[in-house]
């Protein structure tokens, strides 16, 4: 089946610091979604990329989706303490309603 | 953004009993809806498929007698709990996709969580 993997699973930067998750599927994805999960949250969703190639930019967030379409990375450029929490990729095949979900990234933004 | 409703929030239960979680979609159709259970610092392991009017799909190892899914109607799914025992203490998140939008390209709006303690 399925499996989106994602790297790192734990991450501690210095508050103005860069953040980088990549997430890597073990198939051809037809889209990949991200999610932020806050400490005691639920996950809420960010942006969706279907593009191959695409490139897109939440303030200081950047999502990219590779040529091939089979991997994703979310850059977070001069990280805040807003930004704590874990990051989900999740990719889907297509043809099917369900996605897979990447392990996640926490995030720790040291003051 | 769509809201998705869940309730109870949290719930503590004594082993054996059951325990249904609701999970509703406020301002929007859904006839898909998704159960997934999180453990501490892992993932979302999507535990079933919930399909309005029909049965739901479950994923593989998850066991369909103990987690019952009802989906009846367009905007409620629910899940339950059977004889539920301390292993099934877990964090339960549900999700739903708008039927306006482009099925599996539309985002997932999530539940609040259920926190299910079994003593």
């Known amino acids: 089946g399925q499996q989106v993997m994602q790297i790192p699973q734990y991450q501690h930067v210095q508050e103005g610091e860069d953040f980088t998750t990549y997430c890597n599927s073990s198939t051809t994805l037809s889209n990949i979604q991200w999610y932020k999960q806050r400490p005691g949250g639920h996950p809420v969703f960010l942006i969706q990329l279907v593009k191959s190639g695409e490139v897109k930019k939440q303030k200081r967030l950047t999502f990219q989706f590779g040529e091939a379409k089979k991997n994703s990375s979310l850059h977070i450029t001069a990280t805040q303490t807003t930004d704590v929490g874990t990051y989900f990729c999740?990719?889907?095949?297509?043809?099917?309603?369900?996605?897979?979900f990447g392990i996640g990234t926490k995030l720790q933004v040291i003051p | 953004g769509a809201v998705v409703s869940q309730h109870p929030s949290w719930v503590i239960c004594k082993s054996g009993t059951s325990v249904k979680i609701e999970c509703r979609s406020l301002d929007f159709q859904a006839t898909t809806m998704f159960w997934y259970r999180q453990f501490p610092k892992q993932s979302l392991m999507l535990m079933a498929t919930s399909n309005e009017g029909s049965k739901a799909t479950y994923e593989q190892g998850v066991e369909k007698d103990k987690f019952l899914i009802n989906h009846a109607s367009l905007t409620l799914s629910t899940l339950t709990v059977t004889s539920a025992h301390p292993e099934d203490s877990s964090f339960y998140i549900c999700?739903?996709?708008?039927?306006?939008?482009?099925?599996?390209?539309?985002?997932?709006?999530f539940g609040q969580g259920t926190r299910l303690t079994v003593v």
């Open positions: 999700s739903a996709r708008d039927d306006r939008g482009q099925g599996w390209y539309t985002e997932a709006f």
């Open positions: 999740a990719g889907n095949s297509g043809g099917y309603q369900k996605v897979t």
